[in-house]
């Protein structure tokens, strides 16, 4: 019509960007992480595979088709029995979700992985602190575990870890790390793993350097009395390689703007290989920086401040409800009153 512009039309689709990967498989119907021949719901590697190469070769991935998964899916919806579901799970990794039957769903296609987890939570603690969990080690948790299992550092070792990290003045609103990580290996929050992620080179560069600011050639001796000796090559300079490379590698992905080009022995997981698609998932949502679930993240933090006294029968859910309205109009009336203030002083 003369006079009025046809306002564009805009797709758009769910995506189940604000669960890690325990969650995400639950809401999409696809079979766990730790499924023996399922765990990976992007390509068809096994469990076995994970181990070896194989689990490791882009190139030569299978990729999940999407329309034969909504069909697996589908038949287990059409299922009689339990026994009939599990067959599927176990043959198709495919359990029916809700979210088939949103138009234009895909369920490989739209169900990116969480790359805060994947990468800050997991690889980073495997090489420090010898914990592991149900659902695998991310990349940074990953790479903690050779230290300890390495004795990589002696008592003074941890001592001078820890001067070295506490000595770290932060940046005010990014959050600070635990004083105690010389005698307490554990760390509770994301973010935390990413700060540590940042400057992890550097500590270790401070533990190991020699006389003339080199990487020392020998590690400390394994205590005699130990019950575990370790059974990979302890070479400090192949190690701290690793943790610099780690490094760049969470800088370079974890950047607010990243290109095409940029995202070309020790016991690994199924968030190692689950990182193999990274690729993919960054071409079609763009880069982590935009949909990770550090956000999500802070959120819990703050419901988990709120005193529900344990009250049932949906009081919980409306005193958080409640709680958040409060703190976003107290939020909107502050940041309302902050630009009045602002255009009074121009203005007068």
Known sequence: MHGHQIPPQVNSIAAINASDVPASRKLTGAAGHSHKKHPCNVCDTTLEDINTPKGYDIKNFKIRDNWAQLKHAHQSLLASTERARTKVLDDYGSRYSLFNSLPGWLPVKNTPIDFMHNFYGTFLFIFLFNIQTNHGLGIVHSIFDVIVKGYLLNSAGWRQFEDAINSVIWPSGIGRLPNNLGGNHSLQKMYQWRRLCNIFPTILWLCWKDDEDK???????????????????????????????????????????????DIERVHLTIN????????????????????WLFAFERYNGELEQMNLNGHGGGEMEYTLLRDWIEKNRLYEMVHHFSIIRLLTFYLI
């Open 215 to 261: 990487i020392k050639q020998t590690p400390p001796p394994v205590p005699s009395q130990t019950k575990s000796p370790p059974k990979f090559k302890c070479g400090l300079q192949i190690i701290y390689n690793a943790a610099l490379y780690l490094s760049l590698a969470g800088c370079i992905f974890a950047y607010q703007s990243i290109s095409s080009t």
């Open 272 to 291: 190692h290989h689950l990182s193999m698609h990274y690729a993919p998932i960054f071409k079609r949502f763009g880069p982590a920086y935009s949909w």
